[in-house]
């Protein structure tokens, strides 16, 4: 946005009285508290630095409650690592050497499908393709914005044969996991859990990332807790844990030489990510709570004949990362989107989301649209997907665009939600400022 345009917005007389912020008002940026210049340098002068991720990948599964934890570069390292560990499981390949095309060719998903979230990560989807596989992206429920089981009973009736289950915890607010867990149980397929977004949620006491046959953890910059980048595969048995950190260690084994007898993947963890995370751990609770106050000032203010927050599920507890509003006006708002590009229509009584996020850009504020459902990516596009209607597949106008499912619960909550800034050092003051510009924009 041009700063010409931004002062057209700040002069509209709805925003009458709302000063501009004169530093940005963050979405969620990294927190480092107390992360000590000095602790980092000594990792260079210890010879024991490797002790540092051995440290964390124990605190971490102690916290959660698995048994152990394999300490990766990324959420897309872990997701990848726990795909290769379930088709090595279930279908007795892992390596990609040798599949049905031969050498090099295929990968240990080859032809096989896997039920993915729809309101998921690109990157825990990725894995899936890397590894020969095809993604069937599975609606989410409006109780929780999460994976619907009711949905995934649905799609497991039409593809019996699908023995591997990708669910996340969307934006730190917990799904219904334990169905979930049962649903995959009785048909016999393995859950991998990425509870990227939702550490230190939990659902009837029991951490997320402790459900599935696989965990996943993030600690990218934008998480609750960051050691700007890091992943964490969990798993309740040794050999899955040991085997992801041989893999990400490019599976070189033990010799006097190089040698390598497996694919292998530059995943590991460094031991500067690991210090920073491990520093940054003990504040853990003290971030959630910051995060849920954020969401409870917002839910405080809000109106719900006008917008709401997001569904907490019954039995959970959010770590509450990301709070995100949808627009509930009874007054229908005028948004298109295309691609790359949007416009909207300014009315009384209602407002776009993107007309809301443009607000927040002209006065420093930050925000963003809720998360592009994976089915509607131009990468995945012709991946099936399954709502509560059945298959898209199951209609001849599944290419148009103009077609509409019933009960496209992903579709629509890109459609009315946004972020809204909740960052741990949001003061009260800057926060009551973003809720009156909100609600100016229904003016």
């Not at 649903?183 to 939990?202: K, N, T, Y």
């Not at 990218?220 to 992801?244: C, H, V, W």
């Not at 995060?291 to 997001?310: G, H, I, P, S, T």
Request: hydrophobic share 40%; proline share 4%.
């Amino acid at each position: 946005m041009t700063e010409p345009m931004a002062e057209c917005i700040r002069r509209e007389a709805r925003f009458k009285g709302i000063e501009r912020f004169d530093k940005k008002v963050p979405l969620a940026s990294p927190s480092l508290l107390g992360a000590g210049m000095d602790d980092i340098s000594k990792l260079f002068e210890s010879v024991a630095a490797e002790g540092e991720i051995h440290a964390l990948e124990k605190e971490i599964a102690e916290y959660i409650g698995v048994n152990y934890a394999a300490a990766l570069s990324s959420e897309t390292a872990a997701i990848h690592m726990a795909v290769k560990l379930a088709a090595e499981k279930i279908y007795g390949s892992a390596s990609g050497i040798s599949t049905p095309d031969g050498l090099g060719k295929g990968g240990a998903l080859y032809g096989r499908r896997v039920f993915c979230a729809d309101m998921i990560s690109a990157g825990a989807v990725y894995p899936v393709i890397y590894e020969g596989g095809e993604p069937i992206f599975v609606d989410i429920s409006p109780v929780d914005w999460c994976m619907d089981p009711e949905v995934l009973e649905i799609a497991f009736e039409r593809y019996p044969d699908v023995k591997i289950v990708i669910m996340t915890h969307l934006y730190g607010f917990p799904g219904q996991i334990k169905r979930i867990q049962e649903i995959c149980r009785e048909h016999r397929a393995l859950l991998i859990e990425d509870a990227a977004e939702s550490l230190g949620a939990s659902v009837d006491g029991k951490r997320t990332g402790s459900f599935g046959d696989y965990g996943v953890l993030s600690f990218d910059s934008d998480k609750i807790i960051t050691g700007l980048a890091g992943g964490m595969l969990l798993a309740n048995d040794r050999y899955s844990a040991e085997k992801a950190k041989k893999w990400a260690g490019r599976s070189a084994a033990a010799a006097p030489w190089s040698h390598f007898d497996e694919l292998g993947y530059d995943y590991g963890m460094s031991s500067i990510t690991a210090r920073l995370i491990r520093n940054q751990f003990k504040y853990l609770d003290e971030h959630i709570a910051k995060k849920r106050a954020v969401y409870e000032r917002y839910q405080k203010r809000f109106d719900d004949d006008l917008m709401l927050l997001n569904p907490i599920g019954e039995g959970t507890e959010p770590n509450y990362w990301i709070s995100c509003m949808t627009v509930e006006s009874s007054i229908a708002f005028r948004e298109t989107r295309s691609e790359r590009e949007y416009t909207y229509e300014s009315q009384h009584g209602t407002a776009a989301p993107m007309e809301i996020l443009d607000a927040f850009q002209a006065f420093h504020v930050e925000g963003k649209p809720i998360r592009k459902p994976m089915h509607m990516q131009p990468v995945f596009r012709n991946y099936e997907q399954i709502t509560l209607d059945g298959g898209r597949r199951t209609y001849e106008q599944f290419y148009m665009d103009s077609f509409l499912i019933r009960g496209n619960e992903s579709e629509a909550l890109f459609k009315r939600g946004l972020c809204l800034p909740c960052d741990v050092r949001m003061t009260e003051e800057e926060q009551e400022r973003v809720i009156d510009m909100v609600y100016a924009g229904f003016e």
